[in-house]
């Protein structure tokens, strides 16, 4: 099991940043595929980005390229999500996701996941 915990979510206007955090609790870190999500509710869980184990690969939703930056400490077990000139639309709650393996074309579904975080909000006010 690995056990994931978002930080650094928060209120702020449009144009405005954050950097999210998720710290997973795992000795083979590296090993994993790492994703966030977004999901607003009544709405299905969104892929935002992802990131192989090793730092590259990394992908990015057409609604948040050029504006979010995913990258990894695997020093720290850590995941990032930068998160630069937020709309009112990036209003969700995000989450962190991890697997070991997946193909490539799945990364932006939520099945493709085995494990989460609880989530952290992000709210953006226009």
């Known amino acids: 099991q690995v056990q994931l915990v978002e930080s650094g979510g928060g209120s702020v206007q449009a144009g405005g940043s954050l950097r999210l955090s998720c710290v997973a609790s795992?000795?083979?870190?590296?090993?994993?595929?790492m994703a966030w999500f977004r999901q607003t509710p009544g709405k299905e869980r969104e892929g935002v980005a992802t990131?192989?184990?090793?730092?590259?690969?990394?992908y990015y939703a057409d609604s948040v390229k050029g504006r979010f930056t995913i990258s990894r400490d695997n020093l720290k077990n850590t995941a990032y999500l930068q998160m630069n000139d937020l709309k009112p639309e990036d209003t969700a709650m995000y989450y962190c996701?991890?697997?070991?393996?997946?193909?490539?074309?799945?990364?932006?579904?939520?099945?493709?996941?085995?494990?989460w975080g609880r989530g952290t909000q992000v709210t953006v006010s226009s």
């Open positions: 996701a991890a697997v070991r393996y997946r193909a490539w074309s799945t990364w932006a579904t939520a099945t493709a996941y085995d494990f």
């Open positions: 990131i192989g184990g090793g730092g590259g690969g990394a």
């Open positions: 795992t000795d083979t870190y590296d090993k994993y595929h």
